[in-house]
């Protein structure tokens, strides 16, 4: 699916060994439809811990500096997936409410917000 300029799905492998899948990075609009853009990573479980998803939410983060307006991006995250959270705190992303999105509640981050 074409998402627009600069937004799509992009696979992680190992730079050491370019045909091991480490997982996904995204920037796409929320549940395909928007507005808003949703930065995220996906890692296969052997790969969690290892620093993975923090570097490439950090590569992603500065491409959408290009490519989605500031205050149209978000990172969607369940609240019990504490190794996200801490991704986004990471990237400098704080929660900002909830979203409805996939079928499911997600905590809503943003950018250097917190909500109240």
Same mark, same amino acid.
């Given at each position: 699916m074409d998402f627009g300029p600069g937004l799509g799905h992009w696979s992680m492998v190992l730079a050491q060994d370019p045909d091991f899948f /480490?997982?996904?990075?995204?920037? /796409?609009?929320?549940?395909?439809?928007?507005?808003?853009?949703?930065?995220?990573?996906?890692?296969?479980?052997?790969?969690?811990?290892?620093?993975?998803?923090?570097?490439?939410?950090?590569k992603i983060l500065a491409h959408a500096a290009g490519v989605v307006p500031p205050g149209d991006l978000v990172a969607l995250i369940h609240p019990d997936n504490a190794a996200s959270i801490g991704v986004a705190a990471k990237i400098g992303f704080a929660r900002a409410g909830v979203r409805e999105a996939y079928g499911t509640?997600?905590?809503?981050?943003?950018?250097?917000?917190?909500?109240?």
């Open positions: /480490i997982g996904t990075a995204l920037l /796409i609009p929320v549940a395909g439809e928007g507005p808003d853009i949703e930065i995220g990573w996906r890692l296969r479980r052997t790969c969690w811990g290892q620093g993975y998803a923090t570097e490439a939410a950090k509640t997600f905590d809503l981050y943003r950018p250097g917000r917190q909500a109240s």
